[in-house]
């Protein structure tokens, strides 16, 4: 799978990481692993929807019965969820494709860290075993997945970040 392609925005403020995958199944089956909490837990088991509307929330699990509230920016049914996390935003796009659907992740990102590789990493993860999950197939080592793309990540951020100073 490619990489996010990372750009600055905002005249350098802030960046923004774009990850697409086509799929040959239907928006309808891609829109429930986005918000159905049975089908997000396979995915993403931290985190659940809590109040699907616009001013609504997901819910993260941070472990040891902390839990982060992530508001609900924008809802669409069958097109757009956007949400906050932490400083950044998470928008979720569906489009019909002849072949199915088109999975659109971009992550509005307020100040690049040496932890946003990991999350970038984490995200192209997440979306490779929505696919496979869709597909019937599974992940063997997410895991080994993250290490691989995290490293991958580390890179493209290199290069961004040495973009952003010249």
Known sequence: MMLAVIRSIDDGSAYEARFERVLDHSVASVWAMLTDNGELAKWFPELRVDDLRVGGALKFDMG????????ILALEPLAVLAYTWAEDRVRFE???TPEGC?????????????HTPRDLAGWHVCLDVIVALLDGRTVESRKAAWEKEYEAYKKLIEQVRAGAHQ
């Open 64 to 71: 040891g019965g902390e839990e982060e509230t992530m508001e």
């Open 94 to 96: 569906l489009a019909e």
């Open 102 to 114: 088109r999975l659109t992740l971009i992550e509005r990102i307020a100040r690049v860290t040496d």
